[in-house]
């Protein structure tokens, strides 16, 4: 798993995408959290809290995970290089696991930067220091548990196809039904809402967020995780059969 966990680093950073992933995920968030006017206006939210950020990070991602993780499987198809892969001395397992951590990676120093932004809306407030930081740490767990989730979806719809495209395509939307679709059907769902909604990833990111880190959001975010790395695992084992 090293071997390949390595390999994807240095594919990422040896061209632009490692330096346009992090470069794209920071601007979007300063643009609209400190100088576009809206809803996600740090400085127009009268609050000294993070929200903006917590709320507006899970669309970037939702986009900026499918163009990291869609030429995963899809480029080693299209180049004829998976079946030379599945032969090299290593399981299935190890090399879709290098696979989701090297991209989760990736993500993740985009996050660290955003720390900043912590220390400087802590400063800002009426009374410095005056920031939820419980709500806030747990609101960072939160964001790496949905990041690990939107990478297992997207390592699994880059075996679909070998078209880098479709794959970003049909991550964006597997992404999307799990994090706003579900959550939009359980409000027609009457009695049943709060059941339905625990099926999706909005309900348990917004629980991450409040500061208590519940088992059960941990097992959903894990859980959605192994259920689309052990699919993909299926369908290289399938393909290579």
């Given at each position: 798993m090293k071997a390949i966990l390595l390999k994807e680093i240095k594919s990422f950073f040896g061209s632009p995408m490692g330096y346009l992933v992090i470069a794209i995920f920071l601007l979007l968030n300063g643009l609209f959290l400190w100088f576009f006017e809206g809803d996600f206006n740090i400085l127009n939210a009268g609050f000294a809290d993070l929200a903006p950020f917590f709320t507006l990070a899970p669309w970037i991602l939702i986009f900026l995970i499918p163009a990291?993780?869609?030429?995963?499987?899809?480029?080693?198809?299209?180049?004829?290089?998976?079946?030379?892969?599945?032969?090299?001395?290593?399981?299935?397992?190890?090399?879709?696991?290098?696979?989701?951590?090297?991209?989760?990676?990736?993500?993740?120093?985009?996050?660290?930067?955003?720390?900043?932004?912590?220390?400087?809306?802590?400063?800002?407030?009426?009374?410095?220091?005056?920031?939820?930081?419980?709500?806030?740490?747990?609101?960072?767990?939160?964001?790496?548990?949905?990041?690990?989730?939107?990478?297992?979806?997207?390592?699994?719809?880059?075996?679909?196809?070998?078209?880098?495209?479709?794959?970003?395509?049909?991550?964006?939307?597997?992404?999307?039904?799990?994090?706003?679709?579900?959550?939009?059907?359980?409000?027609?769902?009457?009695?049943?809402?709060?059941?339905?909604?625990?099926?999706g990833m909005q309900e348990h990111f917004k629980s991450m967020g409040r500061g208590v880190l519940d088992t059960r959001d941990l097992i959903y975010f894990t859980s959605i995780a192994v259920l689309f790395l052990s699919l993909t695992i299926f369908k290289l084992k399938s393909s290579r059969a």
């Amino acid at each position: 798993m090293k071997a390949i966990l390595l390999k994807e680093i240095k594919s990422f950073f040896g061209s632009p995408m490692g330096y346009l992933v992090i470069a794209i995920f920071l601007l979007l968030n300063g643009l609209f959290l400190w100088f576009f006017e809206g809803d996600f206006n740090i400085l127009n939210a009268g609050f000294a809290d993070l929200a903006p950020f917590f709320t507006l990070a899970p669309w970037i991602l939702i986009f900026l995970i499918p163009a990291v993780t869609m030429r995963s499987f899809s480029e080693e198809k299209k180049q004829g290089t998976l079946e030379l892969l599945l032969t090299k001395p290593l399981s299935i397992r190890e090399i879709v696991s290098g696979k989701f951590f090297a991209a989760v990676l990736l993500i993740v120093i985009a996050i660290i930067p955003t720390f900043i932004y912590v220390y400087v809306i802590s400063n800002l407030g009426m009374t410095e220091g005056n920031i939820d930081m419980g709500s806030t740490i747990g609101s960072y767990f939160g964001l790496l548990f949905l990041i690990g989730g939107y990478t297992a979806i997207g390592i699994f719809t880059s075996t679909l196809s070998d078209n880098q495209i479709v794959s970003f395509i049909l991550s964006v939307f597997v992404c999307f039904l799990f994090y706003f679709g579900i959550d939009g059907v359980a409000s027609y769902a009457g009695s049943f809402e709060t059941l339905v909604a625990s099926f999706g990833m909005q309900e348990h990111f917004k629980s991450m967020g409040r500061g208590v880190l519940d088992t059960r959001d941990l097992i959903y975010f894990t859980s959605i995780a192994v259920l689309f790395l052990s699919l993909t695992i299926f369908k290289l084992k399938s393909s290579r059969a």
